[in-house]
């Protein structure tokens, strides 16, 4: 079975400074990863994926990601945040090797709050 | 030009009625898909379907069914309406169920079951 874990229910970073949001997943095979974006009262929006290739991926709005394979890790980055970057963020994973009826778990959430 | 579009975008109702929530998507994507977003945000696909076909199939009360009248329309409807079926349902879709592409979602309807 495959997972998601998002440790921290909640980020705070002060606009300007860096922020990173942490992914952890666990699959069987090789994983497809993607980070979505949800503002309030709204459906969630995609940032970006890791499928093969480079480890750092980068995405909408600024956002990147960093996959590494041995602490099955795929933490999402901004060098300086801004307060309109404050939403719930996911991490979701699929296991590339179950074809067409493979689904997309997601983690529980992580709200980014960004203050002045 | 909406891509991903649901109706109604709220809806209340009493418990043991039945009611439907409409999900159409103009990207010309052959996969859709039904999430059910609890009060704590936490997000569980419920179906999927692909080119119309029954793909995925939670564990989900068979009081719930869906239909995919055609690749571009993917319905959900809710028999016997319980209180514990209060929620954001969300839908989504994407170019091919076994490829690597991202999901695009709907703006959510929220069902409140009184």
């Known amino acids: 079975a495959q997972s998601v874990a998002q440790p921290e229910d909640q980020v705070n970073v002060a606009e300007g400074n860096p922020l990173t949001v942490k992914c952890t997943y666990s699959?069987?095979?090789?994983?497809?990863l993607f980070w979505y974006v949800q503002y309030p009262n709204r459906g969630l929006q995609f940032l970006l994926k890791?499928?093969?290739?480079?480890?750092l991926v980068k995405g909408s709005y600024g956002f990147e990601a960093e996959f590494n394979k041995s602490q099955t890790s795929f933490h999402l980055k901004k060098p300086s945040a801004l307060v309109s970057d404050s939403a719930l963020y996911f991490c979701?994973?699929?296991?590339?090797?179950?074809?067409?009826?493979?689904?997309?778990?997601f983690g529980t959430g992580t709200r980014l709050q960004v203050t002045l | 030009d909406t891509a991903v579009s649901q109706t109604p975008k709220y809806l209340v109702t009493q418990m043991g009625n039945d009611k439907s929530i409409k999900c159409e998507q103009n990207?010309?994507?052959?996969?859709m898909y039904w999430y059910k977003q609890d009060s704590k945000k936490f997000l569980k696909i419920m179906f999927s379907?692909?080119?119309?076909?029954?793909?995925i199939n939670e564990t989900v009360p068979n009081r719930f069914s869906p239909k995919s009248p055609d690749k571009a329309h993917l319905n959900l409807h809710i028999n016997s309406l319980e209180l514990g079926d209060s929620a954001v349902y969300f839908c989504?879709?994407?170019?091919?169920?076994?490829?690597?592409?991202?999901?695009?979602f709907g703006p959510g309807t929220r069902l409140t079951v009184t």
């Open positions: 989504a879709s994407s170019l091919t169920s076994g490829a690597p592409y991202e999901q695009y």
């Open positions: 699959v069987s095979g090789n994983p497809y």
């Open positions: 890791y499928i093969t290739g480079d480890n």
């Open positions: 979701a994973v699929r296991d590339a090797e179950t074809g067409t009826a493979s689904k997309l778990t």
């Open positions: 990207l010309g994507h052959d996969t």
């Open positions: 379907y692909n080119n119309k076909e029954l793909i």
